[in-house]
């Protein structure tokens, strides 16, 4: 099995298991986020273009960020009705680019991520939690449940250990 993932801190020991070697790719470094923005705008004309500083305020970024950073530069003096960039245009998508990446990053803490990373506010497991898609009980009292059986007999410990009744 091959994987890939730009987010390793978010898989559990269970998954780095499975795999008998890792390849880390890190991020590049100033020098080579330097030579990736000569390579992706070998072809532009650029007023006053410094790879150097644009890769001194690029940190963290990968080629793919890069490239949607030059993106948005272009995409932005195309709706001011210009063909050609500035150095400036490049630094204004270099912090609009990394404004969204914090936002989207708080979202995946905050917000609608949470589902897909399986955190939750109720990190306390105090069974507390309410499912909007669905409506049923979940057998919190004694009362029958799917199984005919009284629930307070599955877990009368609150362990989460199901006892055998008595036959």
Sequence with gaps: MIGATNHPDQLDAA???????????????????????????????????????????TEGLTGSDLRMVLREAVLEALTEERTELTQAD?????EDFEERDN???????????????GSSDDAAGDGDHSH????HDHGHDDHA???????GDHDSDGTGDAETPPQ
Excluded: C
């Design 15 to 57: 998954a780095w298991r499975r795999f008998d070697e890792i390849v880390n790719f890190p991020k590049p470094d100033r020098g080579m986020r330097s030579d990736i923005l000569e390579v992706i705008t070998q072809e532009m004309a650029i007023d006053g273009f410094d790879p150097n500083d644009l890769a001194e305020r």
């Design 103 to 117: 936002l989207k990053n708080m979202d995946m803490i905050d917000g609608d991520g949470a589902a897909l990373t």
């Design 132 to 135: 909007g898609d669905h409506d």
């Design 90 to 94: 490049l630094v204004s998508a270099i």
């Design 145 to 151: 449940d799917h199984d005919g059986a009284a629930s």
